[in-house]
T-cell receptor, first 112, second 118 residues
Framework: GQNIDQPTEMTATEGAIVQINCTYQTSGFNGLFWYQQHAGEAPTFLSYNVLDGLEEKGRFSSFLSRSKGYSYLLLKELQMKDSASYLCAVRDITGGSYIPTFGRGTSLIVHP | GAVVSQHPSWVICKSGTSVKIECRSLDFQATTMFWYRQFPKQSLMLMATSNEGSKATYEQGVEKDKFLINHASLTLSTLTVTSAHPEDSSFYIC??????????????FGPGTRLTVL
């Protein structure tokens, strides 16, 4: 299985930049996902990385280094509505499963 | 595109009764759907993988006779919590993976169903 580690909570100021890290250990890596989840709601898809490098999508970017078992989600120009939990999910195809395993999530609090 | 709906969004039931939750992919077909459970401030825990036209695959520790899953069409999966108990109270979320197209690697989540068992 995977061992996925993310910080439990982070705080940042509106308008600033924040980086949420995710480390993982897996034998058959086949992709890493980032999801945003507001309290009481289902997760919404943000990004998918399977190759090394940076994927930019508007204010959000996601980076992956497979050799280091490391990813980060970068949020720019933070807005109050970005306050949410950010879930890192890793897919390991060892055993033939294509189902990602979710980390505990990082609760981001954006304050004025 | 890629919208998943769940019904009901919340339900309160008495202990010992059964509750059915529906998960629908509205604008795409999904051979595979997933059922998760999430307790407060916890991560998503996969309960089972629902496969259209065949039996669901349950994760270790999940009772298949208690959590009945039916995936009768490419756009609908149902989860029935039988003989519900207060410890079954949780947030149940389904997700669906498109069968075709450019996003077959991505799971799209429904809005979730809040189950409270009294």
């Amino acid at each position: 299985g995977q061992n996925i580690d993310q910080p439990t909570e982070m705080t940042a100021t509106e308008g600033a930049i924040v980086q949420i890290n995710c480390t993982y250990q897996t034998s058959g890596f086949n992709g890493l996902f980032w999801y945003q989840q507001h309290a009481g709601e289902a997760p919404t898809f943000l990004s998918y990385n399977v190759l090394d490098g940076l994927e930019e999508k508007g204010r959000f970017s996601s980076f992956l280094s497979r050799s280091k078992g490391y990813s980060y989600l970068l949020l720019k120009e933070l807005q109050m509505k970005d306050s949410a939990s950010y879930l890192c999910a890793v897919r390991d195809i060892t055993g033939g499963s294509y189902i990602p395993t979710f980390g505990r999530g990082t609760s981001l609090i954006v304050h004025p | 595109g890629a919208v998943v709906s769940q019904h009901p969004s919340w339900v309160i039931c008495k202990s010992g009764t059964s509750v059915k939750i529906e998960c629908r992919s509205l604008d795409f077909q999904a051979t595979t759907m997933f059922w998760y459970r999430q307790f407060p401030k916890q991560s998503l825990m996969l309960m089972a993988t629902s496969n259209e036209g065949s039996k669901a695959t349950y994760e270790q520790g999940v009772e298949k006779d208690k959590f009945l899953i039916n995936h009768a069409s490419l756009t609908l999966s149902t989860l029935t919590v039988t003989s519900a108990h207060p410890e079954d109270s949780s947030f149940y979320i389904c997700s669906a993976r498109p069968s075709r197209g450019a996003h077959t690697d991505t799971q799209y989540f429904g809005p979730g169903t809040r189950l409270t068992v009294l």
